[in-house]
């Protein structure tokens, strides 16, 4: 039969061990469910014993001897037994054969039971080395206690009696220690005790359980069979990077929390969770959720321990279930109706039997989630209201009523209207407290309410959307908004601030730039009778983003929007709408931006009135705001300081968007900074909580950072499957609009698009990819969104389209004129040094490149700046003479070893190329770690590739080979490693450095 792994329990697994020896008590205690008959399982082979187990039955009479007999079952019976054994014919029947004939009868029931004591004695003592385990003696019958009392002093030397038992069970008529006292002089004897398994303990009992596959890999279990060792730690770095089914260090601590380490309870979750994940894969969700569903067997388990509980104690527990939190005496006895006297005696057999436990020096809960999920969901229909009734009543009581645990209970008690009067308060609370997400959380579940009034459903989707402007999901709101304003009746003013709540939702969270714009534009029209509210929904208009208005049509709607904050006299839509006016500066590259007056977040010491919350998030919003145009524009040290602001004046839980759009950023920053070591990993970790699934911005953002590090450091087919996830898929739900990306984020993705067509020589396409953006660029006047386009703007030139690239240029530097945009000028003078190449004014191109990659290093922007210095040496190369020549390849060299540096692979590769073509030879770089010594630098770096899933014509084109040449290289590869197949080379040491790279633009 297969058990459970022994895991956590290696310690008392040797001390047992050794404890077993003939003529000695070990005394073995644990919760219920705590792992001792998994452990005592060890012991045969492990001994050189016989091992013979009996358990104690679980019944109100039970049977004279159960344990003993049971075991003694399976005993081989010697011979040689005195007349005395015989006695034993009525309890061993099955033994009859073995055992001498029966006695006559004696005098009394007293001298019977005396002579059954000597004859077991005498049995036992007959069988030679045995360990006798007598299992959950808490439940110990009589005549087994007397027998035990009797066997102690008399202890067979051949025999070792291991005793197992409940502590919070044992009955005070059998105090087990004292049989220790009763044994002989010198008599060893040993208390082992059980704890509950820690997080380390369970992250080893999840992998090995959940990477056993599906559930009918073991064999058949019962609740019964306590698991609990073979210790494995989770890894060092505390990432818990689990086996199997991908177990993480966060599972185990969420699986501790689910069942306080019961092993019982573990290993059945985790048996549970394996069959459910038997078809699903590694990677649908977590290996283990915060409430995992419970399997049949733990529930009736649990229950049967419920239900043998007198009736207050019963009573009791339900009542802390129901409440569900920690609560005082006093309301947990007036919850489950229990006069003091009652209650006091029920609380402390809970407490003794492990069901409650102290939580804060006034307060009991349940011992754990799980345990109160199996009695919550076990109480009938009526016993469910009643006690959510009680526990409503009891906690109305207080000066400060717990609005949201109210509503809770009364939803529960199917009390509507208080429901929702609670709900509300609750949100109320949590709103001006700036607890947004929880706000979202009690509203969502109010408006779920079929029977809502229309008025009060408005009233609180409202609500609903300001609270939602904050956090991450809004999907679910938007969907309500919407349905909520089909409302027939709406008046104007209702209707227009649900449209305005919608549309910047669509604008935030949802990045629907252009149905967010009309439906703002319809808000404002609606609300011309509230000038606070219009204020707001015109400065979000004013706000550039994706759609073609031109900038004057945003500045005049900010020009609106502020008289409209004058005419509300309201100081929050002033301090929104001044918020607004600087993003409006800063996007359009106005030096004035960064003077801009925002409102005064105060001191982050001092916990902020209202009003002061008010300020404080709306300059954290500016501090984003300000710092995401900064990156933009080249700012990169203004960057840093509103990035420090805006995680200074927010807070995680409370303004999560705040805090996931700011790490987005400075990732994007790390990029352009070129500190790459780690950054891919990073960035898919913040990819990975499903929580940013409807977060487009900044889901956007971290695909581009991993799309444009792929490509550099030799992946382009990694990069173009990174971007594709921006791109609408085929079987996408036509009811989800897709996500309107900043026009920022679309010239990122373009420009890397742009340079792969050119690196496969289309020109063509490289210019089609960006043409789009230009032109929105040019009608909006926006040209410092422009910086990322170059690459493919450059193109129109060996394109045979000379006059448009010239055109274009000079729209370009006329747009930038008198905004303040470090990014987009430098990008400016890399186009401009690109004409004058072609026009063959080489002394202009070389100045301009020069202007420009000082202006990169500035920045700083290490790759662009080697972009420019490649692009320079190619100008002098264009040369004649050999001084020319001599210039243009120690510029390739200075840029080989700045790619190198960075960890560029592709562009090292094509700078390689060019210095081949003049005759240098530059080996591939060694790259940041270790390549394996049996291969030679051209072979690791083909090896490298085909680990990836390389093709041989793919890498001949990215390395500017022939495939029979790569061919080669991958077999004396396979060769020399010893290798099979090319889907081994996954694990070639370096293969995660490699340079080979196709050609790209710089």
Known sequence: MCFPPLVGREKERQQLRTAAVPGSLVLLSGAAGSGKTRLVRELPGAVDATVLTGYCPSRDEPFPFAPVIEALRRATIPGGLSPLCGALHPLMPEHAERLPPPPPPTCSPAAERHRTYRALTELMDSLGPTVLVLEDVHGIDPATRDLLYYLAPRLPAHLCLVLTYRPEELPRSFPVHALAARTPPGTPHHELALAPLNPRDLFALASRLLDAGPCGATAPRTASADPAAETAAPPPDGTGAGVGAGVTAEDAERLHAWTGGLALAAVETLHHLACARAGTGPGAGPAVPEEPPVPPTLRDWFLERLHALDRDTRHLVRAACVLEVPAADDVLARVADLGPSRAEKALSRACRLGLLRPAGPAALEVRTPLLRRVCHDSLPLGKHRHLHRAALSALSRGPAPPHARLARHAREAGLVEEW?????????????????????????????????????????????????????????????????????????????????????????????????????????????????????????????????????????????????????????????????????????????????????????????????????????????????????????????????????????????????????????????????????????????????????????????????LALAQGDPAGARSHLALLEPAPGDDPAAPDPDHSVPVRAFAAGLLARLAIARGDAGEAWSRVEGLVSLVA?????????????????????????????????????????????????????????????????????????????????????????????????????????????????????????????????????????RAHGVVAAPAGGRGPRDPRLSPREGEIAALAGRGSTNREIAALLHLSPRTVETHVANALAKLGLRSRRDLASVPGRDHGDGAAAGSG
């Open 779 to 915: 009608s909006k006047g926006v040209w410092v969104w422009a910086a990322d386009l170059v690459p493919g703007m450059e193109a129109l030139v060996p394109a045979g389209r000379g006059a448009e690239a010239q055109d274009l240029c000079a729209r370009f530097r006329a747009g930038l004129r008198g905004t303040g945009a470090p990014a987009a000028a430098a990008a400016l003078g890399r186009f401009e040094a690109a004409l004058a190449r072609h026009r063959g004014q080489g002394d202009r191109a070389l100045h301009l490149y020069a202007e420009t990659a000082s202006a990169y290093r500035a920045m700083p922007r290490p790759y662009d700046a080697a972009q420019v210095r490649e692009a320079a040496a190619h100008t002098r190369l264009d040369r004649s003479g050999d001084r020319s020549e001599e210039e243009g390849v120690a510029g390739l060299r200075a840029a080989l070893e700045e790619y190198t540096a960075l960890g560029a692979a592709w562009d090292a590769a094509r700078v390689r190329r060019a210095l």
């Open 420 to 708: 929702t009067d609670h709900a509300e308060r609750a949100a109320d609370q949590a709103l001006s407290q700036g607890e947004d997400a929880d706000a979202v959380t009690l509203l969502r579940d109010a408006l779920t309410r079929p029977t809502l009034p229309a008025g009060r459903r408005c009233d609180l989707a409202l609500k609903l959307g300001r609270a939602a402007l904050t956090g991450i999901s809004a999907q679910h709101t938007i969907a309500l908004l919407r349905d909520v304003l089909a409302t027939p009746g709406l008046p104007a003013p209702s209707r227009g601030e649900l449209r305005m709540e919608l549309g910047l939702l669509l604008l935030n969270q949802a990045a629907q730039g252009r149905t967010a714009r009309s439906e703002l534009v319809r808000a404002a029209a609606e609300l011309t009778s509230r000038p606070d509210l219009a204020a707001r929904a015109m400065c979000a208009l004013a706000v550039p983003r994706s759609t073609p208005d031109p900038v004057d049509t945003h500045r005049r709607w900010m020009e609106q929007a502020v008289s409209a904050a004058h005419r509300s006299k309201d100081p929050a839509v002033a301090h929104s709408v001044s918020v607004n006016q600087a993003t409006l500066l800063a996007q359009v590259g106005d030096p004035a931006a960064w003077t801009a007056a925002l409102p005064d977040p105060g001191s982050p010491h001092v916990r902020p009135t209202p009003e002061a919350l008010v300020r404080r998030r709306e300059f954290a919003r500016a501090s984003l705001n300000l710092a995401d145009a900064a990156v933009m524009l080249g700012h990169y040290e203004r960057a840093d300081r509103h990035l420090s602001d805006a995680a200074t004046w927010s807070i995680a839980s409370e303004v999560p968007y705040i805090r996931e759009s700011a790490q987005a950023l400075r990732l994007i920053l790390d990029w352009q900074r070129g500190h790459w070591a780690g950054l891919d990993e990073e960035a898919e970790r913040h990819l990975g909580p499903a929580r940013l699934a409807h977060l487009h911005a900044v889901a956007a953002e971290l695909t581009l950072v991993r799309s444009a």
